[in-house]
């Protein structure tokens, strides 16, 4: 059975963080472990409030998975302050998995802030050189690369310019905010570019945490970078396209599409 990691925050309605990345992992065929940095009480609609978990019992969660059942791949993503990147990063040098894929989370699709201001310099100087591959949206791409995207060109730029930090391979997903939902993949060599199809549905929560989760679990698989983003993107656009109707702001994906009848 292969395995995978997730390292991240909750979320309590379910449809992003551990919760959505667990629900990826058991979808794709992977055996799912999680280690949470942060209690976010959020639904489709806001975030209420975030509790952090301390340092101490994140480094001890990443201990016990480590010492017993080893990832093939782990994902990174919320990590909300400094001191949490500083622990996660040295745990993750300390124990070398193969694939670790970090997702730069800094908002909640509401816009909700889930990175402390200020955190973007730890995040280059500890989580980026650690990262087999990073996978920002153009907004976060940005704010790491300080500079405008609004072309493929632009995407190109800032994938090259944040592989300089230290990351082995960078994809900048193109989402909503260019005129096509074009991914950006530099892999340290050249460029892959993955198109996408606009779908028409506000029911997009979680779909970066879902990503992610799908790249680190087609790797724990086996498959190389540019196939697992390419499946990982696939199976993403098939739980966008069968997307739940629940709650009363950005509804979530269906991680379990494939499994049911009439799926699109």
């Keep these: 059975m292969h395995t995978a990691l997730t390292i991240a925050g909750s979320d ?18 992977v055996f799912g472990m999680s280690v949470i940095v942060s209690v976010v009480a959020e639904n489709t609609c806001r975030v209420i409030s975030i509790e952090d978990i301390s340092t101490s019992v994140i480094s001890d969660q990443i201990d016990a998975v480590f010492e017993d059942i080893v990832p093939d791949a782990v994902k990174v993503g919320m990590l909300s302050s400094p001191e949490c990147m500083e622990c996660v990063a040295a745990k993750l040098a300390e124990y070398k998995p193969r694939h670790i894929v970090v997702d730069p989370v800094m908002y909640a699709k509401n816009g909700s802030p889930l990175m402390e201001e200020g955190s973007i310099g730890s995040l280059i100087r500890t989580v980026i050189p650690v990262s087999t591959v990073l ?13 405008e995207i609004t072309t493929i060109d632009d995407m190109k730029r800032a994938a090259e310019k944040i592989a300089s930090f230290g990351a082995h391979a960078v994809l900048v997903k193109g989402g909503h905010h260019i005129a096509s939902p074009d991914d950006v993949l530099f892999d340290g060599n050249g460029f892959h570019i993955y198109p996408g199809t606009r779908i028409n549905t506000k029911n997009t929560h979680g779909t970066g945490c879902t990503l992610s989760s799908a790249i680190a679990s087609y790797l724990a698989l086996g498959y190389s970078l540019d196939e697992a983003v390419g499946k990982a993107k696939e199976y993403v656009s098939g739980a966008i396209r069968n997307a739940l109707e629940l709650g009363k702001g950005n509804g979530p994906t269906d991680h379990f599409f494939m499994y049911r009848e009439g799926h699109k």
């Design 135 to 147: 996978t920002p949206n153009i907004p976060e791409a940005e704010k790491i690369a300080d500079m």
């Design 12 to 29: 309590c309605s379910g449809g992003a963080g551990i919760q959505a990345d667990l629900k990826t992992m058991s979808a794709l065929g």
